[in-house]
């Protein structure tokens, strides 16, 4: 007699892979999106903006879903097609913090919302291929939840952010001056001279970084110090100080890097950042 087939268990590597994938990836973009009004309106952007992106990213993203889904069924391996479209969403949704105008925001968006619809059938196909069918409620289910689990720790995690830094003046010194160390770190790999792809990657992650740090909390900080009276004052001496030193810095570099070389120019560049983060944490409050 045979021996019965062993029972499939639901609750698989793919299944309980794809439910964290979607946990850390609903989490991560819903952090985006419950501060997106606030980073809009720190850079100038009204309300209608905040519309127009929403509403195009979400319609752009109802449509790749119906391609993705249909191309999708003509993949022998969906896995890579899925993983590329939570990288672009990542990535997209990174490229927040190199937005200076409210259009750069729009862009990103829009990316992050292409790569969720690339990525949402390839993702359900996949958990659909590794789950056994009289198991497909429990295995949908489970991603769910993940998924809704992510969804309302991100704006959770947003309030933190923003209570951690929105009118606490200490904080928001200290997180300037770690994105000026973070640019000293940025400087410190682009040492190396790598031809790594992925090291390259994280190197201009981590200068989006500091860049939307930079921009948005040295406008804040100096409306805090100065009274409101002198705020023109104030922010066009902020402006004409940073076109001063990126005019210096600019020369500075590149004398460097053709006297010696690159890593005597990035090395300078550290020492410059470092000093910058230090010169703010001794700012009087």
């Known amino acids: 007699m045979p021996e019965a087939s062993p029972t499939r268990s639901w609750l698989n590597r793919t299944v309980l892979g794809v439910g964290l994938t979607s946990l850390f990836s609903d989490w991560s973009h819903e952090t985006a999106t419950a501060v997106l009004p606030a980073f809009l309106a720190a850079i100038g952007a009204g309300p209608a903006w905040l519309g127009a992106i929403e509403g195009i990213a979400d319609g752009l993203s109802s449509f790749t879903k119906l391609a993705a889904g249909h191309f999708t069924d003509r993949l022998k391996h969906r896995k890579p097609l899925a993983l590329f479209g939570y990288a672009f969403t990542a990535f997209s949704t990174a490229s927040f913090a190199l937005a200076t105008h409210a259009y750069h925001v729009l862009f990103g968006r829009a990316a992050a919302w292409l790569g969720r619809g690339l990525r949402s059938p390839a993702r359900k196909a996949l958990l659909a291929a590794d789950a056994p069918p009289n198991a497909y409620g429990r295995a949908f289910g489970f991603e769910r939840l993940m998924d809704t689990v992510g969804a309302i720790v991100g704006p959770l995690t947003a309030l933190w952010l923003l209570q951690a830094t929105g009118n606490h003046v200490p904080s928001r010194k200290l997180v300037l001056a770690a994105g000026y160390a973070l640019a000293g770190i940025t400087a410190i790999l682009l040492c190396t001279g790598t031809h790594s792809l992925w090291l390259l990657a994280v190197i201009f992650i981590l200068a989006g970084l500091y860049i939307g740090t930079e921009e948005a909390l ?16 104030a922010f ?16 500075l570099v590149g004398f460097l890097w053709s006297t010696f070389n690159v890593q005597t120019a990035f090395t300078a560049s550290a020492l410059l950042f470092f000093a910058g983060a230090l010169l703010i944490l001794r700012l009087r409050t």
Do not use: I
């Open 236 to 251: 066009g001496t902020l402006a004409a100080v940073n076109a001063v030193g990126d005019f210096l810095s600019s020369l």
């Open 218 to 233: 040295e406008d804040s900080l100096s409306a805090e110090f100065v009274p409101k009276d002198q705020h023109g004052m």
